[in-house]
């Protein structure tokens, strides 16, 4: 399997023990990535989104950590790079290519410093599985890769824990001045999809619940903006979900702006004055400077960068070619045979928008015949349509793949459930006769505040907004996440919050009960008492803002 996310670790643990598994990756660990908003604010600790690939539980399962190079399809080996001593391991990927054979050298210089290729080995396959993910696409905006913050592995989680930190502490120094202290406190979120909005919520109740108590001084002076170029936010959502959404953004003083275009970010403040000049606080401790074409230039303390995807450099061009017509395992689907066309390139077929690797419903990849001659001028024989073939041994999942003729979400519940049904037609030896279908379990997104939205794939009339659908929310990603050690970890580190609604709905009852029986003054004495218990509770088992 050549993987980095975590349908590897969803499929090398249910494979049976007759298959000898290896996985190729440029880390050691797999990412829960709907977690991570979670991680990066101290609600959740960083493990409990880690899956280790290593595991004493399935000795058949080997790892090898490098970056896939390369593919022969005829020879099917996979030729690897290794990446054991690899700075660039735990943070987000972006248009910064990895591969020796990238045309980008400047910007992974100026990015990555100078780095020394690793040594190149070979391994055979019998069958391979291609789910090396998508990296976060940055539209070419100046600034954006040197300067923004990402949020698609756990390194980036911890740089936003600490950027967070820093503002707030930097604001809070006697020496910081006014204006450099308003631009700290403010944080922009770039992309109005589930994961900038849940990140929205997240930030909004790490100020209000945890730092307005260690800074009271600043909380205040927080402003957190969601910025999106399309004219809506979570535009996935039915409208009168997304409209909830927005009201409740709303009072959680989270502002909105669409149709906001980003065209630079950049390290330092704002220019001051009319001729250009600028302060000079583009240190360490400074701030950066986010361009809009609605607002023009602000100073902002961080921005995070959750809107877009880029197909992986590996599937974009290692998997090209295919080094001539694999015939031991690939059979035509369409067209001509192989042995009557003239001389051909064989091509992985891509998706001509999203250059994704089209995939029949058995996840198989597939190949399209392309015409080659040596000559410059066009021929005079007739053409030959192309080909169609089918690589029956080599599987593509995730994002990085579609089904011809079908536009799956490309969410963690898609790339699960095809990992999960690849294992048990491998198991049962029963491909052929086997046919992958998604079922739409429903999309949802945290609001803040305990709440949530909720959109069913079937009937409008079961779309859930609020507590029910915070609760439904949580104990989904609980049963998402797949070790036994994180399902038990992660309601350890969430108890509290569940005490904290289920307390609510006790003082409810019990202050409707004391009113009606002992007077007014009585239940607002009993919910004084309560209160004061679930502040005590908070602080014994809260977020730690000091281990940050």
Same mark, same amino acid.
């Given at each position: 399997?050549?993987?980095?996310?975590?349908?590897?670790?969803?499929?090398?643990?249910?494979?049976?023990?007759?298959?000898?598994?290896?996985?190729?990756?440029?880390?050691?660990?797999? $990412?829960?990535?709907?977690?991570?908003?979670?991680?990066?604010?101290?609600?959740?600790?960083?493990?409990?989104?880690?899956?280790?690939? %290593?595991?004493?539980?399935?000795?058949?399962?080997?790892?090898?950590?490098?970056?896939?190079?390369?593919?022969?399809?005829? %020879?099917?080996?996979?030729? $690897?790079?290794?990446?054991?001593?690899?700075?660039?391991?735990?943070?987000?990927?972006?248009?910064?290519?990895?591969?020796?054979?990238?045309?980008?050298?400047?910007?992974?210089?100026?990015?990555?410093?100078?780095?020394?290729?690793?040594? %190149?080995?070979?391994?055979?396959?019998?069958?391979?599985?291609?789910?090396?993910?998508?990296?976060?696409?940055?539209?070419?905006?100046?600034?954006?890769?040197?300067?923004?913050?990402?949020?698609?592995?756990?390194?980036?989680?911890?740089?936003?824990?600490?950027?967070?930190?820093?503002?707030?502490?930097?604001?809070?120094?006697?020496?910081?001045?006014?204006?450099?202290?308003?631009?700290?406190?403010?944080?922009?979120?770039?992309?109005? =999809?589930?994961?900038?909005?849940?990140?929205?919520?997240?930030?909004?109740?790490?100020?209000?619940?945890?730092?307005?108590?260690?800074?009271?001084?600043?909380?205040?002076?927080? *402003?957190?903006?969601?910025?999106?170029?399309?004219?809506?936010?979570?535009?996935?959502?039915?409208?009168?979900?997304?409209?909830?959404?927005?009201?409740?953004?709303? %009072?959680?003083?989270?502002?909105?702006?669409?149709?906001?275009?980003?065209?630079?970010?950049?390290?330092?403040?704002?220019?001051?004055? =009319?001729?250009?000049?600028?302060?000079?606080?583009?240190?360490?401790?400074?701030?950066?400077?986010?361009?809009?074409?609605?607002? =023009?230039?602000?100073?902002?303390?961080?921005?995070?960068?959750?809107?877009?995807?880029?197909?992986?450099?590996?599937?974009?061009?290692?998997?090209?070619?295919?080094? =001539?017509?694999?015939?031991?395992?690939?059979?035509?689907?369409?067209?001509?045979?192989?042995? *009557?066309?003239?001389?051909?390139?064989?091509?992985?077929?891509?998706?001509?928008?999203?250059?994704?690797?089209?995939?029949?419903?058995?996840?198989?990849?597939?190949?399209?015949?392309?015409?080659?001659?040596?000559?410059?001028?066009?021929?005079?024989?007739?053409?030959?349509?192309?080909?169609?073939?089918?690589?029956?041994?080599?599987?593509?999942?995730?994002?990085?793949?579609?089904?011809?003729?079908?536009?799956?979400?490309?969410?963690?519940?898609?790339?699960?459930?095809?990992?999960?049904?690849?294992?048990?037609?491998?198991?049962?030896?029963?491909?052929?006769?086997?046919?992958?279908?998604?079922?739409?379990?429903?999309?949802?997104?945290?609001?803040?505040?305990?709440?949530?939205?909720?959109?069913?794939?079937?009937?409008?009339?079961?779309?859930?907004?609020?507590?029910?659908?915070?609760?439904?929310?949580?104990?989904?990603?609980?049963?998402?996440?797949?070790?036994? #050690?994180?399902?038990?970890?992660?309601?350890?580190?969430?108890?509290?919050?569940?005490?904290?609604?289920?307390?609510?709905?006790? $003082?409810?009852?019990?202050?409707?009960?004391?009113?009606?029986?002992?007077?007014?003054?009585?239940?607002?004495?009993?919910?004084?008492?309560?209160?004061?218990?679930? #502040?005590?509770?908070?602080?014994?088992?809260?977020?730690?803002?000091?281990?940050?």
């Amino acid at each position: 399997m050549v993987d980095s996310s975590n349908i590897g670790y969803v499929l090398s643990q249910r494979l049976s023990s007759k298959y000898q598994t290896v996985v190729i990756s440029p880390r050691s660990y797999f $990412v829960f990535t709907p977690l991570l908003n979670s991680t990066a604010v101290g609600t959740l600790e960083f493990r409990t989104a880690l899956e280790p690939v %290593r595991s004493r539980r399935k000795p058949n399962v080997e790892f090898m950590q490098g970056w896939a190079d390369d593919v022969d399809f005829g %020879r099917k080996i996979v030729t $690897v790079e290794e990446s054991v001593v690899d700075q660039r391991q735990g943070k987000a990927m972006t248009d910064a290519d990895p591969y020796r054979h990238s045309s980008l050298t400047d910007m992974k210089m100026e990015k990555f410093g100078k780095r020394q290729e690793g040594k %190149r080995f070979d391994i055979v396959y019998d069958k391979l599985v291609v789910a090396v993910g998508c990296y976060s696409q940055t539209f070419g905006t100046r600034g954006v890769k040197e300067n923004a913050y990402f949020m698609k592995d756990i390194g980036d989680a911890r740089r936003i824990r600490k950027r967070v930190l820093e503002c707030f502490e930097v604001a809070s120094l006697p020496t910081t001045s006014d204006k450099l202290r308003e631009q700290l406190l403010r944080f922009a979120i770039i992309g109005g =999809g589930p994961t900038g909005m849940e990140f929205a919520a997240e930030l909004s109740d790490l100020v209000h619940e945890d730092l307005s108590k260690l800074y009271p001084r600043l909380a205040q002076s927080v *402003q957190i903006t969601v910025h999106d170029v399309a004219s809506k936010v979570l535009s996935m959502f039915d409208d009168k979900l997304a409209q909830y959404a927005m009201k409740t953004f709303s %009072r959680q003083g989270v502002l909105i702006k669409t149709n906001s275009h980003v065209e630079e970010l950049r390290r330092g403040s704002p220019h001051t004055n =009319g001729d250009g000049s600028q302060e000079d606080v583009a240190d360490a401790q400074g701030c950066y400077t986010l361009t809009t074409a609605q607002d =023009g230039a602000m100073g902002i303390g961080m921005c995070v960068w959750s809107t877009g995807n880029m197909m992986n450099p590996f599937v974009k061009r290692a998997l090209r070619k295919t080094h =001539g017509f694999p015939s031991d395992s690939a059979v035509i689907t369409s067209g001509v045979a192989a042995d *009557q066309l003239p001389k051909q390139d064989w091509m992985i077929e891509k998706n001509s928008k999203t250059g994704a690797i089209i995939i029949d419903d058995k996840l198989r990849v597939q190949l399209r015949s392309q015409s080659t001659t040596s000559s410059p001028q066009p021929s005079q024989e007739p053409q030959i349509p192309a080909s169609i073939a089918t690589l029956t041994d080599v599987f593509a999942l995730g994002d990085n793949a579609t089904i011809r003729d079908q536009m799956l979400p490309a969410t963690a519940q898609t790339a699960s459930q095809q990992a999960i049904w690849l294992a048990k037609r491998l198991n049962a030896n029963d491909l052929q006769s086997q046919h992958f279908t998604f079922k739409n379990l429903g999309i949802m997104a945290y609001l803040g505040n305990s709440k949530a939205i909720v959109e069913s794939g079937g009937s409008k009339a079961l779309d859930i907004s609020g507590r029910a659908a915070w609760l439904i929310w949580r104990g989904a990603y609980l049963t998402m996440s797949v070790s036994w #050690r994180n399902k038990i970890l992660i309601p350890t580190y969430w108890w509290v919050f569940y005490f904290d609604f289920l307390l609510a709905y006790f $003082v409810f009852l019990l202050c409707q009960y004391v009113v009606e029986n002992w007077g007014e003054g009585c239940g607002v004495q009993v919910k004084s008492l309560i209160h004061w218990v679930s #502040r005590f509770l908070n602080w014994l088992f809260g977020r730690d803002i000091t281990r940050f």
